[in-house]
Antibody, heavy 122, light 107 residues
Framework: EVQLLESGGGLVQPGGSLRLSCAASGFTFSSYGMSWVRQAPGKGLEWVSAISAGGVTTYYADSVKGRFTISRDNSKNTLYLQMNSLRAGDTAVYYC???????????????WGQGALVIVSS | DIQMTQSPSSLSASVGDRVTITCRASQDISNYLAWYQQKPGKVPKLLIYAASTLQSGVPSRFSGSGSGTDFALTISSLQPEDVATYYCQKYNTAPRTFGQGTKVEIK
């Protein structure tokens, strides 16, 4: 059974940093691209970042480019999102999500984690 | 960047009604279009990908159509368990933009 479990969320002051982790199990993690998607309270879904299966290729939304860094450790089956220079507008539930097709990034998301809440407030 | 525009933003229909939600891309995205269902307090669920391919386990009352810039999600007979917000998403290139969502309620 595919499982994605996010951790690392919490309350952080504006300008602060936080690192989210997503522990994956139930599939060959190193063979699938992964993404982060966020959802502000009461709002819609916003794609944040994507990384290829091998970790070489990464993409970012303009809203987080230069502040967030996506990475993965395939030996630990874990996806990360390093978030720096956080703003109130970054407050959201952050989901990790996997694509369904081997070695592909042009793909939808077939499994999602339960989400990690990040609150940026003083 | 390509924008994804859904309509309507919300709708109310009776059980058994045929419901259609549309999604328009600002540029041609071929068939790189997915639909998701998010029930209140739950994680999004993939319903359809490649514009019209039903994800495994999704009821056959859901269907998708379209290509290029105009797409639609149809629920052939609305059920109480279909109350949710539905999102389209383009996934051919980054950014993998979502539509703003369509909230479906029962009348």
């Amino acid at each position: 059974e595919v499982q994605l479990l996010e951790s690392g969320g919490g309350l952080v002051q504006p300008g602060g940093s936080l690192r989210l982790s997503c522990a994956a199990s139930g599939f060959t993690f190193s063979s699938y691209g992964m993404s982060w998607v966020r959802q502000a309270p009461g709002k819609g879904l916003e794609w944040v970042s994507a990384i290829s299966a091998g970790g070489v290729t990464t993409y970012y939304a303009d809203s987080v480019k230069g502040r967030f860094t996506i990475s993965r450790d395939n030996s630990k089956n874990t996806l990360y999102l390093q978030m720096n220079s956080l703003r109130a507008g970054d407050t959201a539930v952050y989901y990790c999500a996997k694509v369904p097709f081997l070695q592909s990034m042009a793909a939808p998301f077939d499994y999602w984690g339960q989400g990690a809440l990040v609150i940026v407030s003083s | 960047d390509i924008q994804m525009t859904q309509s309507p933003s919300s709708l109310s229909a009776s059980v058994g009604d045929r419901v259609t939600i549309t999604c328009r891309a600002s540029q041609d995205i071929s068939n790189y279009l997915a639909w998701y269902q998010q029930k209140p307090g739950k994680v999004p669920k993939l319903l359809i990908y490649a514009a019209s391919t039903l994800q495994s386990g999704v009821p056959s009352r859901f269907s998708g159509s379209g290509s290029g810039t105009d797409f639609a999600l149809t629920i052939s007979s609305l059920q109480p368990e279909d109350v949710a917000t539905y999102y389209c998403q383009k996934y051919n290139t980054a950014p993998r933009t979502f539509g703003q969502g369509t909230k479906v309620e029962i009348k």
